[in-house]
């Protein structure tokens, strides 16, 4: 398993920006994905972006031309530079690993609240 940490939630107006970062405890280069999830209250966890098989970029339709996914192999860190947010937006955004035997991963969660 890789140990995911993640940081960058916070308040923000709607039509704002944030960039959420997770940082893994190796290198990411060799993981089948990596990415974001996220879970609204009473709703189920969703996916929002990941990388697959390297570079392979898959994004929820909700979020695609709002959101980017990217990543630092150097620095075993992915981002998620999120804006135009909207109030349906808000949820706990978790990140996810997955590696090659298929073991999942997932960070602790941050929070990302889009509220006026």
């Known amino acids: 398993q890789v140990q995911l940490v993640e940081s960058g939630g916070g308040l923000v107006q709607p039509g704002g920006s944030l960039r959420l970062s997770c940082a893994a405890s190796?290198?990411?280069?060799?993981?089948?994905?990596m990415g974001w999830y996220r879970q609204a209250p009473g709703k189920q966890r969703e996916l929002v972006a990941t990388?697959?098989?390297?570079?392979?970029?898959n994004y929820a339709d909700s979020v695609k031309g709002r959101f980017t996914i990217s990543r630092d192999n150097a620095k075993n860190t992915v981002y998620l530079q999120m804006n135009s947010l909207k109030p349906e937006d808000t949820a706990v955004y978790y990140c996810?690993?997955?590696?090659?035997?298929?073991?999942?991963?997932w960070g602790q969660g941050t929070q990302v609240t889009v509220s006026s």
């Open positions: 190796r290198s990411i280069f060799s993981l089948y994905s």
């Open positions: 996810h690993a997955r590696d090659v035997i298929r073991l999942d991963s």
């Open positions: 990388f697959t098989s390297g570079s392979m970029t």
